[in-house]
């Protein structure tokens, strides 16, 4: 089996570094290093010369924005034009545990979509992670299920899918028809993959011994930078599946005064400042 590995990168090259060293001590190498960078010409720097080798792939920001789904099938397309037999998505703060690759490969079947676990880690220390004491740093994420030693969990809610890492054979991706393109910027596009895999009757799989841990940054809470994609997004989710993605975003923004919802309409729009209700 071709195993090929895509990452997306716009910055982030310290976690772009860590992941090339994660792959380079894997237990099976990638045939196949796809490193799609968005508006990030520097990126290249980081990956040359280094193993495993990065097949780099240049595209350009959408209105400023992220074209995370578009870079996805990008970087698709080209490990299947060069005949991989199984993708392998790994967000580019996610460093692969040893086995990952072939845990990943053993598993794959037609017909399933894989997802590993993914452990957050804390801060670095101040001479960065090293890659043999990143188990021992932070347990998987108790968001979403923790199979068992050697277990697949089968019959998986695909409503916990994430895209931080995931694999599927070259006839399911096709099967699924990639990421819907209509999403740009934050959020959105890898609850929409889960629903067309659902649609497709592809069955979500939880496997145990493809572990990725997750590099520390900094985040908000809300991420109220990116309020107006997680708007534009959830509009776009709406119109294709009839509910909002990310409520809790929302709920969030809406107490904020940030987001003003319309519960006959159930429409989401942006307040045009934060808290704009009366003065008292």
Do not use: K
């Not at 290093?33 to 980081?46: I, K, M, R």
């Not at 930078?225 to 997004?233: A, C, K, S, V």
């Not at 904020?256 to 989401?268: I, K």
């Amino acid at each position: 089996m071709r195993v090929a590995v895509i990452t997306l990168v716009a910055g982030r090259h310290r976690h772009l570094a860590l992941q090339q060293r994660g792959l380079a001590a894997s237990d099976q190498a990638p045939d196949h290093y796809v490193v799609v960078t968005l508006d990030d010409p520097d990126a290249a720097g980081v990956v040359r010369d280094r193993r495993p080798a990065a097949d780099v792939l240049p595209l350009a920001r959408d209105a400023g924005r992220l074209p995370l789904a578009a870079a996805r099938n990008a970087g698709a397309r080209r490990a299947l034009d060069a005949g991989a037999d199984l993708l392998v998505f790994l967000d580019v703060d996610c460093v692969p545990g040893p086995a990952l690759l072939s845990r990943y490969a053993e598993t794959a079947r037609d017909g399933a979509l894989l997802c590993g676990t993914v452990a957050y880690l804390p801060p670095p220390p101040s001479g960065g992670y090293r890659l043999d004491a990143l188990p021992a740093l932070a347990p998987p994420h108790p968001g979403r299920p923790v199979p068992a030693d050697d277990e697949v969990l089968t019959g998986g809610d695909h409503r916990l899918f994430w895209s931080l890492s995931f694999a599927v054979t070259a006839p399911t991706w096709r099967r699924i028809g990639g990421f819907c393109e209509r999403y740009t910027g934050y959020g959105g596009e890898d609850t929409d993959f889960g629903r067309t895999a659902a649609a497709r009757d592809v069955d979500l799989w939880w496997v145990d011994g493809a572990p990725a841990h997750h590099q520390h940054h900094p985040v908000s809470r809300p991420p109220v930078e990116h309020l107006d994609d997680i708007l534009r997004n959830g509009a776009v989710h709406r119109e294709r599946w009839g509910t909002w993605p990310m409520e809790g975003w929302l709920r969030d923004f809406a107490r904020l005064g940030l987001v003003r919802h319309d519960p006959v309409t159930d429409d989401r729009t942006r307040c045009a400042s934060p808290h704009t209700g009366p003065r008292r």
